[in-house]
């Protein structure tokens, strides 16, 4: 069974505006990542967070980690036509090397 | 730099037929691993290899089996293919101490 689900499963904003999709999980995680596929491509990695950390940048991006919620949220600001691709958040474990992947949310910028 | 690369892209196959999906990295990566990802969803862990020389199961293993050939290669093989294996299969590789994984394009495997 999938650990992460992530809400929405779709978004659809306009060019410049910022985009939040949040990541919900049940078991205690050592780190969680987030992920980006563009259609038909492999994943990409974007950013890791991990269980004792609440924020994280990377350009554009920010993350948030809240465990006692068992949640994070990936925000995407000034979003580009580039950034249509499909969000994936991936818990990881201590115990183990493999992680767990969410249903994904669709992301569709508007021009 | 190749990353990780995966062969063939595309297959059809018919009921009970076999195959195996070829997968290498150039990255000199220790762990290793195949997914399956359907349509709408996430991707699904089948086996993983956490070094050369072992192999361990993931969420989806039934129907499938792995080789890590060697540091660089770990194959996927589905010994009789069933239409419920049509799917896109992800390899990915990690490096050691960093947790984010290097994905290859995918298979889209297909059996009618």
């Known amino acids: 069974s999938q650990q992460g689900e992530e809400d929405p499963q779709a978004l659809s904003i306009q060019e410049g505006e910022n985009a939040t999709m949040n990541c919900s999980y049940k078991t205690s995680i050592n780190n969680l990542q987030w992920y980006r596929q563009n259609s038909g491509r492999g994943l990409v990695h974007l950013i890791l967070?991990?269980?004792?950390?609440r924020e994280k940048h990377s350009g554009r991006l920010r993350v948030t980690l809240d465990t006692s919620k068992k949640s994070s949220s990936l925000l995407i600001t000034a979003s580009r036509a580039a950034d249509t691709a499909s969000y994936f958040c991936?818990?990881?474990?201590?115990?183990?090397?493999?992680?767990?992947f969410g249903s994904g949310t669709r992301l569709s910028i508007r021009p | 730099n190749a990353g990780v690369t995966q062969t063939p892209k595309f297959q059809v196959l018919k009921t009970g037929q076999s195959m195996t999906l070829q997968c290498a990295q150039d990255?000199?990566?220790?762990?290793m691993y195949w997914y399956r990802q359907d349509p709408g969803m996430g991707l699904r862990l089948i086996y993983y290899?956490?070094?050369?020389?072992?192999?361990d199961k993931g969420e989806v293993p039934n129907g499938y089996n792995v080789s890590r050939l060697n540091k660089r290669e770990f194959s996927l093989r589905l010994e009789s293919a069933a239409p419920s294996q049509t799917s896109v299969y992800f390899c990915?590789?990690?490096?050691?101490?960093?947790?984010?994984?290097?994905f290859g394009s995918g298979t889209r495997l297909t059996v009618v």
């Open positions: 967070i991990r269980s004792n950390e």
């Open positions: 990255m000199n990566h220790n762990s």
């Open positions: 990915a590789s990690r490096e050691e101490g960093n947790y984010g994984y290097t």
């Open positions: 290899s956490a070094s050369e020389g072992t192999t």
């Open positions: 991936a818990t990881g474990y201590s115990s183990a090397s493999k992680i767990i």
